[in-house]
Every structure is written in structure tokens, then in C-alpha cells.
T-cell receptor, first 112, second 114 residues
Framework: QKEVEQNSGPLSVPEGAIASLNCTYS??????FFWYRQYSGKSPELIMF????GDKEDGRFTAQLNKASQYVSLLIRDSQPSDSATYLC????????????FGSGTQLTVLP | EAQVTQNPRYLITVTGKKLTVTCSQN?????MSWYRQDPGLGLRQIYY???????DKGDVPEGYKVSRKEKRNFPLILESPSPNQTSLYFC?????????????FGSGTQLSVL
């Protein structure tokens, strides 16, 4: 069973702080990883994707990938109450045609 | 407007009564997929399709059927629903040649099987 695991939280941070969300994966051949944000009662929306080792920054979001450690993370700088949501980590398994495996999600609350 | 449309939004049914959840996308995407979401389990893939007449099992296909007769439509069929299929279902699509693999999700279908 190829797995993607997330620390389930919930995670609470004060407004303006850095929120750190973590994810590990079991399939060493996985190539691409994604972070989706899901507000309560809504469908997931893609906020970041990464396929190369290192960091990728987009505004207040930074995705980090370490293939040797099989570790993916998402950092949210200057967290805002509007960032309060569930964050889903997902990876595409090796040898599969775009079969995306999701983690169970981390619920983030940003406190005003 | 580019979108993935799922119907119905809410559905309550009884055990054994066949049902179909429809999914349609207007973006000419080759790839379509169905997921179910349960508390604490995240999104689990049921079936996916790379193109017309091409479908494959995901992680939890038991009790479900799909078909892809047209590029835009990808219905999910529950031939004999059971209470353990009570869940929130999402349909999603994306272009196959998209490197960022962005999935466009429908609004979801909350299914309750009594």
C-alpha cells in the first residue's frame, strides 16, 4: 500500500506566525507532490505543486521536497485567519497513470 | 465558465436501490476521476479515466462502477448501495498534458445510504 501520511493536527497558530505542515510518503518512486487547501464544506483547491528537490515559493507559501527523506512540507508565512482550512498533501505514485494518493489532511486554525 | 458539475449535491437513499451520480466537465479534459472523502481518511480514489473508453480502478473501487462513453461525462454508479458507502464524493478532471497536474474538483455529492 503506497501511503501518504500527514500529522493530523489540529494545528493552531496565531495570526502573523509561520504555519508548518508536514507530510511523508512511502513510495520512493513518487515524482510529484501537491498541496490542496479545503475549506469546510467546499471542494479542494490546488495551492502548490513540487517535483524537484528543494524549495518552491509562491507568495506566502513555500513547498519543500526532500526525496532522500521522503518528506514534503508546506510553510505558510504571515498566516491569516483566511488560511484556516484543511490542507491535503498528495503524491503521484510511481508506475501509475496519474493515480493521486492523498494524505488524511491537517486542519489548520489561525487565531486572530 | 470552466467547471466540473456534479449532481445531485445531496442524496439520501436506502440500501440496495441503484443510483447514479453524474459528473460533467466543460474543459475538454482527458483525465477524470472519482474520490470519496471520509473523516480522518482524506480523499481516496475510487476510479479514474485517462480518456474515452479507458477506465481504471483506484484504491477503493469495490461496490462502484463507472463509464466513460463521452469525454465530458464520467458518471459514478452504485448498483446496490450499502451504508458503508455513505460519504462525500468528489469528481475531478484535468488535462493529461498538464505538468502541474492541477485537478479541477466538482462541488461534491453528500450521499447517505440508510
Amino acid at each position: 500500500q503506497k501511503e501518504v501520511e500527514q500529522n493530523s493536527g489540529p494545528l493552531s497558530v496565531p495570526e502573523g506566525a509561520i504555519a508548518s505542515l508536514n507530510c511523508t510518503y512511502s513510495d520512493r518512486g513518487s515524482q510529484s507532490f501537491f498541496w490542496y487547501r479545503q475549506y469546510s464544506g467546499k471542494s479542494p483547491e490546488l495551492i502548490m505543486f513540487i517535483y524537484s528537490n528543494g524549495d518552491k515559493e509562491d507568495g506566502r507559501f513555500t513547498a519543500q521536497l526532500n526525496k532522500a527523506s521522503q518528506y514534503v512540507s508546506l510553510l505558510i508565512r504571515d498566516s491569516q485567519p483566511s488560511d484556516s482550512a484543511t490542507y491535503l498533501c498528495a503524491g503521484i505514485s510511481s508506475g501509475s497513470a496519474r493515480q493521486l494518493t492523498f494524505g488524511s489532511g491537517t486542519q489548520l486554525t489561525v487565531l486572530p | 465558465e470552466a467547471q466540473v458539475t456534479q449532481n445531485p449535491r445531496y442524496l439520501i437513499t436506502v440500501t440496495g436501490k441503484k443510483l447514479t451520480v453524474t459528473c460533467s466537465q466543460n474543459m475538454n479534459h482527458e483525465y477524470m476521476s472519482w474520490y470519496r472523502q471520509d473523516p480522518g481518511l482524506g480523499l481516496r480514489q475510487i476510479y479514474y479515466s485517462m480518456n474515452v473508453e479507458v477506465t481504471d480502478k483506484g484504491d477503493v473501487p469495490e461496490g462502484y462502477k463507472v463509464s466513460r462513453k463521452e469525454k465530458r461525462n464520467f458518471p459514478l454508479i452504485l448498483e446496490s448501495p450499502s451504508p458503508n458507502q455513505t460519504s462525500l464524493y468528489f469528481c475531478a478532471s484535468s488535462p493529461v498534458d498538464s505538468r502541474d497536474e492541477k485537478l479541477f474538483f466538482g462541488s461534491g455529492t453528500q450521499l447517505s445510504v440508510l
